[in-house]
């Protein structure tokens, strides 16, 4: 069905891609931590408090931007988290500038983070629909973008923070990202009513855009077994992801200079970005092959180990190995759980309702971050954090289990 009256649906996922890289340049934000913390004598919980409100608001506007996309259409949407992304970076740096940590919250926090919501819930819910026919592979290359975003900020700004300051590299970045996002947000549009791929048939023979309402996928428990799921795999990785940097650096020789060790584990945190984008490409299309279900057991048993070893490793090699693999399981859930609800509630509401299971992902952005900061302040090391993460990550295991639905109630897309 593809012909000269549909757009071409690759170039929509391209520029869902440009989008999800400039907006997942929000994971780099412990570059930010130590500049901003000598600069100012802030401490490191003030510090992160800003990349905790920005992920609460994401999951705010996520909620929103569903409901607005699946009525008014998904250019308007993304074309609102471009301008409010773009303007709350600008913003930021001008908190910086005047040493302003409520200016700062405002910006990065606040409005950054309404625009990362209405921003991120744009693409998936588009693409969802663009390729019914390849689900975990698509919503695995738009979420990798988010992945690589850091990777663009980590390798990029410790020089930029070094030879310009860090306002200037926040308002070189902000104008990059109102340009970018809201230029790439033109491209998104929906497929018209009863598209298909040309040549594939629905399994079972149901329409693609078939679906659950928002209200009918509340009153299911899979909804709440699969935000569960989305909750703990991102409150365990984004409680890493924000501490990243800082952990890098303490692990470094104390002959280092603050300067050294901040461009060292920008390089560091550029080699967890292209594992986290390359995670999640795996992981979604792994998803297509032996089920959604089975990624996320696999996700939260491998986890659980995983954290134990960081808990106890003073090696630096060690370190990245197993923070590597901890972001590529980060970004895997990220990419899996679209193609999952697409699964589990179709695709005809998904917008709606795969924002109000992006709450799980603010709720996550809360604690998880948080935990770690506050640990590390009381107890001078991030053991204790990285052991209780591995125990929580081990009881998980069930929730896939627990997630089996009936075989009559697969009504769209892969076994699950």
Not at 123 to 152: C, E, H, N
């Amino acid at each position: 069905m593809e012909g000269k009256s549909y757009p071409n649906r690759w170039l929509i996922a391209l520029a869902g891609i440009v989008m999800q890289i400039c907006l997942g340049t929000v994971y780099g934000w412990s570059v930010f931590t130590k500049p901003l913390m000598a600069a100012h004598n802030w401490s490191n919980a003030d510090v992160t408090l800003t990349f905790t409100i920005a992920i609460g608001f994401l999951a705010l506007s996520s909620a929103a931007g569903g409901y607005i996309l699946d009525t008014k259409g998904a250019r308007i949407v993304a074309t609102i988290g471009g301008v409010l992304f773009g303007l709350g970076t600008l913003i930021t740096g001008f908190g910086d500038q005047i040493g302003s940590l409520t200016v700062i919250y405002l910006g990065y926090g606040l409005i950054c983070g309404l625009g990362l919501g209405f921003g991120y819930i744009t693409p998936i819910a588009t693409l969802v629909k663009w390729f019914p026919d390849k689900r975990g592979l698509i919503t695995g290359l738009a979420v990798m973008g988010f992945g690589l975003g850091s990777l663009m900020l980590t390798v990029l700004s410790p020089g930029m923070i070094a030879s310009m300051g860090t306002a200037m590299t926040f308002y070189i970045f902000g104008a990059i990202f109102l340009v970018a996002v809201t230029a790439a947000a033109q491209f998104m549009v929906e497929p018209p009513p009863g598209y298909v791929p040309a040549g594939w048939i629905a399994p079972g023979g149901k329409a693609a855009a078939a679906g659950m309402t928002l209200g009918e996928a509340v009153s299911s428990k899979y909804f709440y077994l699969l935000w569960a799921m989305l909750f703990l795999n991102i409150t365990a990785g984004i409680a890493l992801i924000s501490q990243a940097s800082p952990m890098a650096q303490d692990l470094m020789p104390g002959s280092m200079s603050a300067a050294d060790k901040a461009m060292q584990a920008g390089a560091i945190l550029g080699i967890f970005a292209i594992v986290n984008g390359l995670g999640r490409l795996f992981w979604a299309s792994t998803s297509d092959k032996i089920g959604r279900r089975t990624v996320f057991f696999i996700l939260f048993g491998t986890q659980a180990v995983a954290f134990y070893f960081l808990s106890n490793t003073n090696d630096m090699t060690m370190f990245i190995i197993i923070c590597s693999y901890i972001y590529a399981c980060y970004g895997g859930g990220f990419a899996t759980m679209p193609a999952y609800a697409a699964d589990v509630f179709g695709t005809k509401y998904v917008g709606r309702i795969y924002g109000w299971m992006l709450t799980a992902w603010g709720a996550a952005g809360i604690m998880g971050p948080m935990l770690f900061a506050r640990i590390r302040q009381s107890s001078g090391n991030y053991s204790e954090a990285l052991v209780i993460t591995a125990l929580v990550l081990a009881m998980a295991i069930i929730l896939p289990i627990l997630a089996a639905p009936p075989k009559a109630k697969v009504e769209i897309g892969k076994p699950l």
